[in-house]
């Protein structure tokens, strides 16, 4: 049984940084200029953003109910008000809620065990950083034990569907919103608890990734002194640089940002050799930009049409109505009128998807009960780097068809 007053928990609201979140850093570490953009007047939340968030609401209160935590910051409700003030509660949160209770308990037990010593666990702790006044974020979990000298673990639960590693096989580098919760939790805690190893662990529920990256202390303290304040001295200049790369998806000024456009103009220019066909070679060296370029093309195009919906009027380009449909408007008249005639009003009877059985089924009874009728499909086929961790498709050759 984990010893309450050897526990702590701080549940303060999610505050993150604006100019230097720790989840932008990919930005900001790369492109000083961003640090400007990213001032917080343009954030916009989304659906899947607010779901994320209350994924993470529910999670904390289960762990922080099944180890019986101290909440410092405010009073610990029990999980039935929680749930009440989530306002997209849903059988799926419940599911990635309980799944990384477990993941965090299963993973303090098993630390503990091999250590017979209390670790220190925080869920929710919002970290001050010291590199700027506006710089913080909130550390999902963070966990030290006395395992190997003294292990620092920080979890992270992702909610969304793009995968997510704690290292990147094609920069060679820790992720680098882990490092920096794992380096402000270690100086929080330093003087208090020795800390030799550094664990950073994705809780990718949705997608099966769980992925983690190990280190020595030293390694995350490099990070610090070669990538991490270097970086931000570069934002704090009179003209801070820009620096385009796949990063700029997250950046505030994606749209409008003037290095960006330059650098997919750059690309497309290539197109513009005067050469007939493209050779292997070409079109290789081609495909590492793509997705930039069309991650580019879909940011202006949505900034334009969200401007045209404002009101503004684009010198050259003009809102239409696409193509329109006909719509049932009264379903009752449509199935009385054909009735009184013979005709049968009614579509084809279909059955539900696997999700939508599942849960009407229950999760534990979906195998026992349907499972002999359903496979797996392989997933669309999609050309991606040889450094991208999944295994190869089995093609048949050119040449051998
Ligand atoms: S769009 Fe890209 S290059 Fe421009 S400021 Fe943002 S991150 Fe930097």
Redesign the pocket.
Known sequence: MVKKEELQMSRSPTIHSRKYSPSKSS?WL??P??T??NDGSNQETNPQAEFGTQCHELGAALISQSLNLIDYDSEVKPIEEVIKDLDMYSEEMQEIADGYADFVIQTIEFEKKRTDTEPLIVIEQHLDMDFDDDAGGTLDCGIISSLDGGTLTVIDLKTGRTPVYAFDNESGLFNSQLGIYALYFYKAYKDLYPIKKVRLVIYQPVINNTNNYEMPIEELLQFESNVLIPAVKRTKVENPE????K??RY????AI?A??AE?NKLVMQALKKPVTTMTDADIEALLPHLDEVFQYAKDVMEFAIKKALNGHKWSKYKLVHNKGSRKITDEEGVIKACEQVGIDPYGPKKVAGITELTKRIGKSKVDGLIGAYINMQLGSLVLVPKSDPREEANIIEEGDK
Not at 251 to 254: E, F, L, N, Q, T
């Open positions: 930005t790369n492109c200029l961003s400007l953009l820009a620096h385009p790369g990063y700029c950046c505030a000024g994606k940002c290095k960006r650098a």
